[in-house]
C-alpha cells in the first residue's frame, strides 16, 4: 500500500479512552510516517500550534538523538513521537528538563511491570545497563514563556541493525515484558506519567525531582570520561546530577559540575 495512504498503528480515539488522568491534555496526531516527529513539531509549534500537541509516528525516515545522530527504528520495533510543552519564565528554569522526562519514562515502565529500568544522564533510558530508548529536548523561546518539543524514542523490539554501529548495546521492552502490552497501552502510560511529572517541574524544577533521577541512576559511582564531541573533556567518578540537572563529577580537582547539553559520558 502507498505509504502516505497506510493508516497508523496509534489510533487517536483508543489513546484518549486510555488516557485516565491525563485526559484532555493532548491533542494526538497519529503519521504512518514522516522525517522526524520532533523536526515537524517544532514548525508547527513556531506555527502557534498548541501545548499538548502529540505527534506520533509508525515510521521515521530522518529521526534524530543529539548533536546530529540517528534515532533508527521502524513500525515493527518502534515507538516514537514528540510532545509540545510550555513553561512559563526564562529557560534557566527548564535546567535537567530532559532528566526529568526520562524519569517519567521509568515511573510508566515500571508502573507496567518493568523491572531493570535505569537512567544515564543526560538523555538515556537504559534496561539492565542497555539502552531502551532516548529522549530529545529541544528550547524555543516565546515572549515570556519556554517552548519544549520533547522527543521520545522507545524500543518495543530491538531496532533495525543500521549502517552505523551502536555505541551502547540496544535493548527492547519485548526483553522485558512477555507479552508485550499494546502499543496504545505502553504510550498512554507514558502520557500519564509525564502530564505528572511536567506538572511537578513547572512548579519546582528538576530540584523537587532529582532524589529520583538519582534512585534510578544507573552509572552511580563509575568511573568515566566525558567527552565533548570525540575530544575527552574530563575523566572522574560519576556522581549523578545536581539540583540543576548537571552532571557530578569527582575528578582530582573536585567535584566539579558540567553542565553542557553537547557533553557525552562514556565508561572509563
Ligand atoms: P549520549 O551519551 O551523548 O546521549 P548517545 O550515543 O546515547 O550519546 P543519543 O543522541 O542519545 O546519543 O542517541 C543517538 C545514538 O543512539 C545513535 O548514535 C546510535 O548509536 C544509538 N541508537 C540509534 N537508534 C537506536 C535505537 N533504536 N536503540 C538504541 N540505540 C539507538
Given amino acids: 500500500m502507498n505509504q502516505s495512504l497506510r493508516p497508523c498503528q496509534i489510533d487517536p480515539l483508543r489513546m484518549d479512552s486510555l488516557l485516565g488522568r491525563a485526559r484532555g491534555r493532548f491533542t494526538l496526531e497519529a503519521l504512518a510516517e514522516c522525517g522526524s516527529t520532533s523536526t515537524l513539531l517544532a514548525e508547527r509549534a513556531r506555527q502557534g500550534a498548541p501545548t499538548g500537541l502529540l505527534l506520533v509516528a509508525d515510521q521515521q525516515t530522518a529521526g534524530r538523538g543529539r548533536r546530529g545522530r540517528s534515532w533508527l527504528s521502524s513500525p515493527e520495533t518502534g515507538l516514537t513521537f514528540s510532545v509540545l510543552w510550555r513553561f512559563a519564565g526564562k529557560v534557566s528554569r527548564l535546567a535537567g528538563l530532559s532528566l526529568a522526562v526520562g524519569i517519567a519514562v521509568a515511573r510508566a515502565l515500571e508502573g507496567s511491570g518493568v523491572r531493570g529500568v535505569g537512567l544515564k544522564w543526560p538523555n538515556d533510558i537504559l534496561l539492565e545497563g542497555d539502552k531502551l530508548g532516548g529522549i530529545l529536548v529541544e528550547l524555543e523561546s516565546e515572549p515570556g514563556v519556554m517552548r519544549a518539543v520533547i522527543g521520545i524514542g522507545l524500543n518495543l523490539q530491538l531496532p533495525p541493525a543500521g549502517e552505523e554501529a551502536f555505541l551502547h548495546r ?81 575528578t582530582s580537582a573536585g567535584i566539579e559540575r558540567c553542565l553542557s547539553g553537547d557533553l557525552s559520558l562514556r565508561v572509563a
Avoid: K, Y
Wanted: one cysteine or more; hydrophobic letters at 45%; glycine letters at 8%.
Fill in 170 to 250: 540496544p535493548a527492547a521492552l519485548a526483553q522485558a515484558l512477555s507479552p508485550l502490552p499494546d502499543r496504545h497501552q505502553i504510550l498512554a502510560q507514558v502520557l500519564i506519567d509525564l502530564t505528572e511529572v511536567l506538572d511537578r517541574f513547572a512548579e519546582g524544577g528538576f530540584r523537587v525531582l532529582r532524589s529520583e533521577w538519582q534512585a534510578h541512576h544507573s552509572w552511580q559511582d563509575r568511573q568515566v570520561r566525558l567527552v565533548d564531541g570525540n575530544r575527552l573533556d574530563r575523566e572522574g567518578i560519576c556522581l549523578g546530577a545536581d539540583e540543576d540537572g548537571a552532571l557530578l563529577l569527582r
